[in-house]
Nanobody, 125 residues
Framework: QVQLVESGGGLVQAGGSLSVSCAGS????????VGWFRQAPGKERGFVGE???????DYADSVKGRFTISRDNAKNTVYLQMSSLKPEDTAVYYC???????????????????WGQGTQVTVSS
C-alpha cells in the first residue's frame, strides 16, 4: 500500500491561489492514479479530480478551469494548484491513490485504497 502525506494548505482570500502537495512513498506510487477529494464540515467527501499514472488529469465540473493537477514521479509528488478560489472551496483536502492500469478511476471514495491525513484549505470572503 502507498503512504500519502498532504502539505501546503492554509488561508487565502477569495480570488486567490494556493497549491497543495501529496507526497507518496512506496514503489507503486508512480504506477498509481492519484485523486484529490475534499470534505467540508457536515458534508460528504467529494471528488475534486485525479491524475492517472500516465499523467492524464480529470476534474469535477465545479473546479474545471480553476484547478490543475500535475505529478512529478521523480519526486513521488502530485500537486493540486488552485486558482480563482471561492469560499465554497473551503474544506479539508485529501489525496488518495489506487492502481488502475492507467485508466481514470472516478470519484467514488470507496474505489480508492490509500489516503492521506488531509490538509485544511480555508478561503475567506
Amino acid at each position: 500500500q502507498v503512504q500519502l502525506v498532504e502539505s501546503g494548505g492554509g488561508l487565502v482570500q477569495a480570488g486567490g491561489s494556493l497549491s497543495v502537495s501529496c507526497a507518496g512513498s512506496g514503489r507503486t506510487f508512480s504506477a498509481s492514479n492519484v485523486g484529490w477529494f475534499r470534505q467540508a464540515p457536515g458534508k460528504e467527501r467529494g471528488f475534486v479530480g485525479e491524475i492517472t499514472s500516465g499523467g492524464r488529469p480529470d476534474y469535477a465540473d465545479s473546479v474545471k478551469g480553476r484547478f490543475t493537477i500535475s505529478r512529478d514521479n521523480a519526486k513521488n509528488t502530485v500537486y493540486l494548484q488552485m486558482s480563482s478560489l471561492k469560499p465554497e472551496d473551503t474544506a479539508v483536502y485529501y489525496c488518495a491513490a489506487q492502481r488502475n492500469l492507467g485508466l481514470l478511476l472516478g470519484g467514488s471514495p470507496a474505489d480508492w485504497g490509500s489516503w492521506g491525513q488531509g490538509t485544511q484549505v480555508t478561503v475567506s470572503s
